[in-house]
């Protein structure tokens, strides 16, 4: 079972991952928090294999707390969540520790895949 948390700052976006993670089989969704400032405490409670991440946030961006958390917990995989794959998001993304980028807006099936391939020890980066 592949633990998943979301990091999202709007609930709309939240709660559509949650809902596309908990309908795949071998994925459970542990956790949800709506900015980055509260990353490192959730997966300290949580534990998750896999961070789904937003990177741009109003208070502390994906980015920052990715560093934070590979600290903490190295072991977890960050796949950061983007409006727009820009070079710059990708850059800090790849710089922070993430493993992957998504782009808003795909469908259900590429961010499951998504998490199965960085829980996988894969990467996945838009092409």
Not at 40 to 68: I, N
């Amino acid at each position: 079972m592949i633990r998943v948390m979301i990091v999202d700052d709007h609930a709309f976006v939240r709660d559509q991952v949650i809902a596309a993670l908990q309908a795949a089989d071998g994925i459970v969704v542990v956790g949800e928090c709506a900015d980055g400032a509260e990353v490192s405490s959730l997966a300290d409670a949580v534990r998750p294999d896999v961070v789904v991440m937003d990177v741009r946030m109003p208070v502390t961006s994906g980015p920052a707390a990715t560093v934070d958390l590979m600290t903490r917990q190295p072991a977890t995989r960050v796949l950061m969540l983007t409006g727009s794959a820009s070079p710059r998001a990708i850059s800090e993304s790849v710089q922070a520790g993430a493993v992957g980028l998504l782009v808003k807006g795909g469908a259900a099936h590429q961010l499951i895949d998504a998490v199965r391939t960085v829980a996988d020890g894969g990467t996945v980066w838009p092409g």
